[in-house]
């Protein structure tokens, strides 16, 4: 995905038409399905595209669904350039190190569905994504991450800072600066810097 959380984070090419729920979503397969869609579709950098993962009702949770989306694009371009750079293992390496999830990780995540509600596990993570259908479709519930937050303002810019990274270090793979070690090491201090500062 380069979905981002675990805290969720996305990614990659064509266009939109998220998959309809059914009789098959009460085993997990509607959710996987509309996860792995948004990993295919969202490519570097775009947020737009992300954003239609989220479900965000009021303001708050709306601003919030932009900062995951904002970075969604930018773990995409990161993926991108570390793919063309070092091969699809070490792109998945270097998103993870960000806590992004993987294609690999949609796939072996559990999910337990209760009616309109779907909780989602990924491999190595602690918190549990909250999925809900809305019409037909599923996406990430915006109001659940927002509940277990105390300062969502902290958590946007935190997020903001984790894109600013991984779009640097993108850059800085591409153009031969960085080896896959030295953009790990790179992505795991601005990770930890972007969520130890207090604004």
């Known amino acids: 995905m380069r979905t981002m959380l675990a805290l969720v984070v996305l990614m990659a090419v ?5 998959p309809k729920a059914s009789r098959v979503d009460e085993d997990g397969s509607g959710q996987r399905a509309a996860l792995l869609m948004y990993d295919k579709i969202v490519g570097p ?3 737009d595209k992300a ?4 479900q965000a009702t009021t303001t708050r949770e709306k601003a919030l669904a932009a900062a995951l989306a904002n970075c969604d694009g930018a773990l995409a371009n990161l993926h991108q350039k570390a793919e063309a750079k070092f091969g699809a293992a070490e792109a ?5 190190v960000l806590d992004g999830t993987t294609k690999d990780e949609i796939n072996a995540a559990k999910i337990s569905v209760a009616g309109d ?3 989602v596990v990924f491999p ?3 918190n549990p994504t909250t999925m809900v259908r809305v019409d037909r479709d599923w996406k990430i519930s915006v109001k659940a991450i927002a509940q277990q937050v105390s300062d969502l303002r902290g958590l946007r810019k935190a997020l903001g800072r984790v894109a600013v990274a991984a779009n640097d270090v993108a850059t800085k793979i591409e153009g031969g600066q ?5 953009a790990a090491k790179a ?3 601005a990770y930890a810097a972007a969520f130890k500062r207090a604004d």
């Open 117 to 119: 509600s779907a909780t």
């Open 51 to 54: 954003l239609g993962l989220y």
């Open 92 to 96: 998945d390496r270097l998103v993870q």
């Open 178 to 182: 960085l080896n896959a070690d030295g």
């Open 187 to 189: 992505l795991k201090s």
């Open 14 to 18: 064509p266009a939109l038409a998220a």
């Open 45 to 47: 950098n775009e947020a």
């Open 124 to 126: 190595k993570s602690s």
